[in-house]
Nanobody, 126 residues
Framework: QVQLVESGGGSVQAGGSLRLSCAAS????????MGWFRQAPGKQREGVAA????????TYAASVKGRFTISQDNAKNTVYLQMNSLKPEDTAVYYC???????WGCGFVQNEYNSWGQGTQVTVSS
């Protein structure tokens, strides 16, 4: 059974940085997608960043492009989300998610992701 555990959330002032981690266990796929999603109060959950674990190709939402970076450490089976130049509108619960094995590009179609973490809170104050 796939397990995803996020960490690294917290409170920061606008302009600051945080790094989220997602430790994965319970599976070994040669290729799948790992994604970060977020849900702000009163809003729908939205995709933030995704990475193809074989090609390392990344995808970003327009709202975070140039500020956030998704990366992975295969040896640690961990995916990271480095968040710089944080804004109050980045405040949300951030979720890590994984797809089953796949051989095409990674995006933000949520029902393609069948494993989800419990979420970690990120709060950015102005």
């Amino acid at each position: 059974q796939v397990q995803l555990v996020e960490s690294g959330g917290g409170s920061v002032q606008a302009g600051g940085s945080l790094r989220l981690s997602c430790a994965a266990s319970g599976y070994t796929y040669s290729r799948n997608c790992m994604g970060w999603f977020r849900q702000a109060p009163g809003k729908q959950r939205e995709g933030v960043a995704a990475i193809d674990t074989l090609s390392k190709t990344t995808t970003y939402a327009a709202s975070v492009k140039g500020r956030f970076t998704i990366s992975q450490d295969n040896a640690k089976n961990t995916v990271y989300l480095q968040m710089n130049s944080l804004k109050p509108e980045d405040t949300a619960v951030y979720y890590c998610a994984a797809t089953p094995p796949r051989f095409w590009g990674c995006g933000f179609v949520q029902n393609e992701y069948n494993s989800w973490g419990q979420g970690t809170q990120v709060t950015v104050s102005s």
